[in-house]
């Protein structure tokens, strides 16, 4: 069987990356398989790992670059298609790319495989930008022209089950979570030190960008916490300078620590709660690598949590949640779900379903 993936991660073409490997892994199930990357910043010529072939997208054009990202890569995807005797298209997404896949595919006979990471059926994705409005919409369009879904979570599968009653299968795959990473890492001394003048550390991972809402748990935090607890945010995005004016603001500044993206491990080591304040989530990694480290977690209604064992609570009592934390909230947390024994499992999984869409036809 001859597959083509089309992602929009560019780490696929470092070779020691975490999506490199998997990559490899997902190899050795097909005969072939192709990766089309559709993302700014790929290098200009294809790279061949084994009978893994990695393509990247056409530089893009001066204007409207996402929308003339995307129509490139529908050419670039008739090509290999054409070249290559794709039996299964498998898409990242069911917005911009699912289209471009659909286009890219007119007449030549490859079955549709598509994945769903994010939970676009919630209010708060359509509420958040136009963009998610009109993403919303398209993702009725090529939902509907699959052969066979994958989607992350049974939330994200009764939704779209609900919403559009489709007569496809649909595939309930949680992403991989390694655990056993997460278990073997050890105590960083330099962060230990760093922050051992808190009693309590409250620890948010996540990009800083609106969806994440990372500024909830600013809030929460300011209301909230006495003044022996500290709040560390892992991770970057476009968000960050206005989230340290806020802290700011709401004097706290001097207690909020944002360090750049950093492995997690360590930071699950020393934590004693960590926060997920998201406004909605396809799957929720960081609560499932949190509950595995041991750590409770205190998290809005989304993704994985309430599933994998958070304590679950609402935007607007966040704060009061967090409060009730500090007084008699569990120390410890327990992970009640982890679909997978291990990576290879997870790799055949994901395999078999796309294997499954080509034999439905």
């Not at 993302?39 to 009978?51: C, K």
């Not at 007119?106 to 963009?131: E, K, W």
Request: hydrophobic share 45%; glycine share 6%.
């Amino acid at each position: 069987m001859r597959v083509l993936l089309i992602s929009t991660d560019r780490s696929i073409f470092a070779e020691e990356s975490s999506t490199r490997r998997r990559h490899r892994a997902y190899a050795k199930y097909f005969d072939e398989l192709h990766v089309l990357c559709i993302s700014e910043g790929t290098p200009f010529a294809a790279v061949r790992d084994g009978n893994l072939t990695i393509y990247p997208s056409s530089p893009p054009a001066p204007f409207f670059s996402k929308l003339s990202r995307r129509i490139r890569a529908a050419y670039s995807i008739a090509g290999i298609i054409s070249r290559y005797g794709i039996d299964v298209v498998s898409v990242q997404d069911p917005f911009e790319t699912g289209v471009a896949a659909l286009i890219g595919m007119m007449g030549l006979g490859a079955t549709f495989h598509v994945q769903v990471h994010t939970d676009f059926l919630s209010p708060n994705y359509r509420r958040l930008s136009l963009i998610n409005r009109i993403r919303a919409l398209i993702a009725g369009f090529v939902l509907r022209r699959a052969s066979r879904i994958r989607v992350v979570s049974e939330h994200i599968k009764a939704s779209i089950q609900e919403q559009y009653h489709l007569n496809v299968p649909i595939s309930a795959l949680p992403i991989f979570a390694d655990v056993e990473r997460i278990h073997r890492a050890s105590p960083d001394e330099k962060l230990l030190v760093r922050f051992a003048a808190y009693k309590t550390k409250l620890l948010v991972v996540s990009r800083l960008e609106p969806e994440k809402n990372v500024g909830l748990a600013i809030r929460a935090f300011a209301r909230s916490a006495p003044r022996d607890v500290c709040l560390i945010i892992v991770g970057s995005g476009s968000e960050r300078l206005s989230l340290q004016r806020f802290a700011k603001r709401l004097n706290v500044a001097e207690r909020v620590f944002f360090d750049a993206d950093a492995e997690a491990a360590p930071y699950f080591k020393f934590a004693d709660l960590v926060l997920v304040p998201s406004k909605y989530e396809g799957y929720g990694l960081v609560i499932i690598e949190a509950l595995a480290a041991g750590k409770p977690v205190l998290a809005t209604d989304v993704g994985i949590a309430r599933e994998a064992g958070a304590i679950v609570t609402t935007e607007e009592k966040f704060a009061d949640a967090l409060a009730e934390w500090f007084k008699s909230g569990p120390r410890t947390g327990e992970l009640k779900n982890c679909p997978y024994k291990n990576f290879d499992e997870y790799v055949r999984a994901y395999c078999d379903d796309i294997k499954r869409c080509a034999i439905a036809q």
